[in-house]
């Protein structure tokens, strides 16, 4: 099961401003590929940045899936950085405008069930989660942005794209948050106890009720994979006809 959540911030709707974060997944019976890039505020193309990288690379790892399950993380790290890049220079060009006027943030995840792999690549400041054994692990941290956040326009971005392959057999699930989200779920360094406790139980209907009562500044979104959805349903249902 693939959950999608995504609101715009209090800045964005005081200026009535769109929402610039962009979500995009695809699925078949053996691959799942979600995505999620936050375009840069003060891009003027930015919701459109952002749509055209999420869709750009969620395309590139489902059609090529076992190709870059089996590449090298800096194979990886280059081919898609210069797909999304490239997708990015077409439309630049097609509105005669900078090509850094679509920066986003991008953050994606291919899963393989058959084989049980998982692959993530994250540049900027989105944060991956996952959850194993009802505990939280992070797999990607969001990037140090002092001195500005790297983005998909950024020059020899290829060395900050975090990339990397684990087993997903023991994964219940995996989620991506934009940095609107993933730092109302901290109080400080620590994740809130609440927050802890309903994303080891992967509830991520909760988590969209929790981040609404936040007032979010940012943006904020999610979007997960549910992995144990359908063992979840399969026991409560067969606890039912126990019942009956």
């Known amino acids: 099961m693939i959950l999608k959540y995504s609101q715009s911030g209090v800045r964005h709707i005081k200026n009535k401003e769109e929402n610039q974060d962009a979500l995009y997944s695809a699925s078949n019976q053996r691959y799942t590929v979600i995505s999620l890039a936050d375009g840069v505020s003060n891009c003027k193309k930015a919701k459109t940045g952002a749509e055209i990288a999420c869709r750009a690379i969620t395309n590139l790892f489902f059609k090529k899936a076992s190709y870059f399950l089996h590449s090298s993380e800096e194979e990886t790290a280059r081919i898609s950085g210069a797909h999304v890049l490239f997708e990015l220079k077409q439309q630049a060009t097609i509105d005669s405008s900078d090509v850094t006027e679509y920066s ?118 999610f979007i997960a994979i549910d992995l144990c959805s359908k063992k979840r349903r399969s026991t409560a249902k067969k606890k039912k006809k126990e019942l009956i």
């Open 104 to 221: 986003s943030t991008l953050t994606s995840i291919l899963l393989d069930r058959k084989k049980q792999k998982l692959l993530y690549s994250s540049l900027g400041d989105s944060l991956i989660i996952a959850i194993i054994s009802g505990q939280c692990h992070i797999l990607a941290m969001p990037s140090e942005s002092t001195n500005g956040c790297i983005v998909t326009t950024t020059n020899n971005n290829l060395r900050e794209i975090q990339i990397g392959k684990i087993d997903s057999d023991r994964i219940d699930a995996v989620i991506i948050l934009s940095d609107g989200a993933w730092k109302k779920l901290y109080d400080k360094n620590m994740m809130k106890t609440e927050v802890r406790s309903l994303l080891g139980k992967s509830d991520f209907r909760r988590l969209m009720s929790f981040l609404s009562e936040q007032n979010c500044l940012d943006d904020y979104s």
